[in-house]
């Protein structure tokens, strides 16, 4: 069964400095990887996706994201942390064989400091 | 173009008591489901539809009855409330196979 580690329960930075938030994974199969974000009292909203082809992915608001394989990791990251990216982030991931659900991490709290 | 429309945003229910929280979605998307958040276990998939009239459960279903008669309508009915259901549900689209999700508000559910 797919499961998805974010080992780090809060990150902090300050603001325009680099910012990464951390996940790894298990599934079966190749893996469709996502990163969501939530904002207090809201449903989260879609940062990026990594299905197949350049291990980079660039998503909204500045983010990006790394694929790499032999590590199982697709850790987010952005250059310049902006104290408005303070935020709840969640990846999830499912696997590419069949009908697969789409298993979430817990979430890591970024924090941003001016 | 409302997106994903949940009702109501709050509810506080006694023990035993029965509820149907609303979904609603003007996006045509054929998959439908509901996640509950809780604090330190991420999302969990309770239900899905992936068209009107086929539902499947997900991780956590016991408790929760759901239906789907037509592709824009998805509720979710608490046959009888506990306290342990007591969290913040979200009604999630998707757009295609591998497609990004579109999440409701949600609905902050309290049960006493």
């Known amino acids: 069964a797919q499961s998805v580690a974010q080992p780090e329960d809060q990150v902090n930075v300050a603001e325009g400095n680099p910012l990464t938030v951390k996940c790894t994974y298990s599934v079966s199969g190749n893996p469709y990887l996502f990163w969501y974000v939530q904002y207090p009292n809201r449903g989260l909203q879609f940062l990026l996706k990594?299905?197949?082809?350049?291990?980079l992915v660039k998503g909204s608001y500045g983010f990006e994201a790394e694929f790499n394989k032999s590590q199982t990791s697709f850790h987010l990251k952005k250059p310049s942390a902006l104290v408005s990216d303070s935020a709840l982030y969640f990846c999830a991931v499912r696997g590419n064989t069949g009908f697969q659900k789409l298993v979430f991490g817990t979430g890591t709290r970024l924090l941003v400091s001016p | 173009n409302a997106g994903v429309t949940q009702t109501p945003k709050f509810q506080v229910l006694k023990t035993g008591q029965s509820m149907t929280l609303q979904c609603a979605q003007d996006m045509n998307h054929e998959y439908m489901s509901w996640y509950r958040q809780d604090p330190g276990m991420g999302l969990r998939l309770i239900h899905y539809?992936?068209?009107?009239?086929?539902?499947d459960q997900g991780e956590v279903p016991n408790g929760y009855n759901v239906s789907r008669s037509t592709t824009e309508d998805f509720p979710l009915r608490l046959l009888s409330a506990a306290p342990s259901q007591t969290s913040v549900y979200f009604c999630v689209t998707r757009q295609g196979a591998i497609g990004e999700l579109f999440f409701g508000e949600g609905s902050r559910l309290t049960v006493l």
């Open positions: 990594y299905i197949t082809g350049d291990n």
């Open positions: 539809s992936v068209g009107a009239g086929i539902t």
